[in-house]
């Protein structure tokens, strides 16, 4: 239903809030508004899933992975951490891990919001 986006300039992070039951086109739109916010700058991704009613689907995981397999995506070589709320989008959130590791791209999936934060923090990996 929405996607709220919100850069923290002093942690490098982009935080996405997801709530409800989300199309394809309100997925790439905010990962398009979360590059935009990140500028240049190699921001870290966190994803807060908790409020998702309904997981990705995967032909919506498609179009996402094509977002994100561009040349210049901005999300490329960076971390992000994804917080579930539910079986499901755990399983499907490890899928697009597995998926997103040839972009170099570090995800790992969380349940707790604060081990999510901690994982980003974090500058050992």
């Not at 190699?42 to 908790?50: A, F, I, K, M, T």
Request: glycine residues 6%; hydrophobic residues 45%.
């Amino acid at each position: 239903m929405s996607v709220t986006v919100a850069a923290d300039p002093a942690a490098r992070v982009i935080r996405f809030t997801l709530t409800g039951t989300l199309t394809t086109d309100e997925m790439l739109h905010a990962l398009a508004e979360g590059e935009r916010a990140a500028g240049n700058d190699g921001y870290r991704v966190l994803s807060d899933h908790r409020a998702v009613t309904t997981a990705i689907k995967p032909q919506q995981m498609e179009h996402v992975l094509a977002f994100l397999a561009r040349p210049d995506s901005r999300f490329r070589g960076n971390r992000c951490a994804i917080v579930v709320s539910n079986e499901v989008s755990y399983g499907m959130m490890r899928i697009l891990a597995a998926r997103v590791e040839p972009l170099d791209m570090a995800v790992q999936i969380f349940e707790r919001l604060e081990d999510a934060e901690s994982w980003l923090a974090w500058e050992g990996s």
